[in-house]
């Protein structure tokens, strides 16, 4: 069976960090493009990035460059998401996802194959 697990949420305030991290079982991320989105209450689900096997990046989300940086560890079998200088608007459930491709193409701002069941990021003071 195949699934993925975000862990690393929870509550930070303004301009802290947080890493999420993505970890798969049941498949080997080597065979997959994963990507980040994030849904804030009463809002869209929004793509953040997606990283190829190999490590090429496709950022979703031209407004968190700079901030958000995505990151695969294929020995590990993990994906990250590093968050920095955060915003009470980056409040959301963030969600890893991969698609049956190892590279990223930009359709997949719009959804991927298989999905995580989110973890919660709070931007608060």
């Known amino acids: 069976q195949v699934q993925f697990v975000e862990s690393g949420g929870g509550l930070v305030q303004p301009g802290g960090s947080l890493r999420l991290s993505c970890a798969a079982s049941?498949?080997?991320?080597?065979?997959?493009?994963i990507g980040w989105f994030r849904q804030a209450p009463g809002k869209e689900r929004e793509g953040v990035s997606c990283?190829?096997?190999?490590?090429?990046?496709?950022d979703f989300a031209d407004s968190l460059k700079g901030r958000f940086t995505i990151s695969r560890d294929n020995a590990k079998n993990m994906v990250y998401l590093q968050m920095n200088s955060l915003k009470p608007e980056d409040t959301a459930v963030y969600y890893c996802?991969?698609?049956?491709?190892?590279?990223?193409?930009?359709?997949?701002?719009?959804?991927?194959?298989?999905w995580g069941k989110g973890t919660l990021v709070t931007v608060s003071s």
């Open positions: 996802a991969a698609a049956g491709s190892t590279h990223c193409l930009p359709e997949y701002s719009y959804g991927m194959d298989y």
């Open positions: 049941g498949v080997t991320l080597d065979d997959y493009a």
């Open positions: 990283i190829s096997f190999g490590g090429g990046v496709i």
